[in-house]
């Protein structure tokens, strides 16, 4: 075998070694692995909690069902995470234009002392009009998060200041209300939207 044979040969072997990790990458670790059993969101029929929307409109789980769904969970003194989630969420719905009409997308507070329905409102006008703001109790954010298995804390940054720790994943619901999957923070748009556009078709078939 001669010298230009073996680069070529190495040079394939490489190749295929490198697909082989991406792709076990992908389905162990990346936006292909399936979740653990015991942290997938329950599916929306199964969910039993109430909150108000950005219009002071009760909702809940219920609302959600007949369309497919994006579900998120932050606050509105978020400094970063969720600002960025929410401008991507509005990107994502601009790429897909009419296919997302009707869709359902929620961003849930963790902070309910702060964040009443009157300060979600103006927060959620800053982005895409699709997006709605729900917000509720202590009590129906903890019942909600645990629907969704999202987690939250509170973190005091100081004497009467805190912040809020928080699942920064987004939930994907088809419209019969079955877990789809997630997107992760940061995950790019050319991920994202695929999975988005795969509940849409899943609706239509």
């Not at 070529?8 to 292909?32: E, H, K, M, N, R």
């Not at 961003?107 to 300060?119: G, K, L, N, Q, S």
Request: charged share 20%; hydrophobic share 40%; proline share 6%.
């Amino acid at each position: 075998m001669n010298r230009k044979s073996l680069l070529a040969y190495g040079a394939v072997a490489t190749l295929a070694l490198t697909i082989s990790l991406f792709i076990g990458w992908w389905q162990v670790d990346g936006p292909g692995a399936p979740e653990p059993i015991d942290q997938r969101p329950l599916p929306l029929t199964q969910m039993d909690f109430q909150m108000s929307d950005q219009d002071g409109v009760t909702v809940g789980p219920a609302t959600l069902l007949g369309n497919p769904s994006m579900v998120f969970f932050g606050f509105t003194y978020c400094p970063d995470v969720c600002p960025t989630t929410l401008s991507d969420i509005s990107g994502w719905l601009d790429d897909l234009g009419k296919e997302v009409a009707g869709m359902n997308v929620v961003f849930i507070t963790v902070d309910p002392e702060r964040d009443t329905v009157a300060v979600m409102a103006e927060y959620v006008s800053y982005f895409h009009p699709a997006i709605q703001g729900w917000s509720g109790t202590l009590d129906e954010t903890a019942q909600a998060a645990e629907g969704f298995r999202a987690r939250y804390e509170r973190v005091t940054s100081g004497r009467e200041d805190y912040t809020m720790n928080h699942t920064a994943s987004v939930f994907l619901f088809d419209a019969e209300g079955q877990f789809s999957g997630t997107i992760d923070y940061h995950e790019q748009r050319a991920f994202a939207v695929p999975k988005i556009r795969r509940i849409l078709t899943r609706t239509e078939e």
